[in-house]
C-alpha cells in the first residue's frame, strides 16, 4: 500500500506561482512514476505532468508547457509540481498519483488539494 499526501494548493492571482508537493509513504514499494491529474468543475480529470521514478523522464500536457515543471526528490519520495505564470484556466482540484512496480497504471490517488486562480 502506498499513502500519497498533498500539500500546497490555495487562491492565488493570475500570473502568480504556487508549489504543489506530493509524499509517498508505505512499505516495500517501489515507484515506476508519478504524476500529478488536475480536474475542473464539469471537465473528466486529466493528466498535467508525470515523471518517472528511475531516470527521471517527463511527461506535461500542452497547456502547461514550459509554465509546469514536475519535479522528484528521491530521498524523499516526493514528488514536486511548480506552477508558474498561473491563469484561471489552471483552476481546478489537483490529484497527485502512483504508480507502482506491478502496476500497469496509476493505482493510488493522493486526496487532492484545490487551485483557485483569479483574474
Known amino acids: 500500500q502506498v499513502r500519497l499526501v498533498e500539500s500546497g494548493g490555495g487562491l492565488v492571482q493570475a500570473g502568480d506561482s504556487m508549489r504543489l508537493s506530493c509524499a509517498a509513504s508505505?512499505?516495500?514499494?517501489?515507484?515506476?512514476?508519478m504524476g500529478w491529474f488536475r480536474q475542473a468543475p464539469g471537465k473528466e480529470r486529466q493528466l498535467v505532468a508525470s515523471i518517472r521514478w528511475s531516470g527521471g523522464t517527463t511527461y506535461y500536457t500542452d497547456t502547461v508547457k514550459g509554465r509546469f515543471t514536475i519535479s522528484r526528490e528521491l530521498a524523499k519520495y516526493t514528488v514536486y509540481l511548480q506552477m508558474n505564470s498561473l491563469t484561471p484556466e489552471d483552476t481546478a482540484d489537483y490529484y497527485c498519483a502512483a504508480q507502482r512496480v506491478g502496476q500497469d497504471t496509476y493505482g493510488y490517488w493522493g486526496q487532492g488539494t484545490q487551485v483557485t486562480v483569479s483574474s
Open positions: 508505505g512499505r516495500g514499494f517501489h515507484l515506476v512514476a
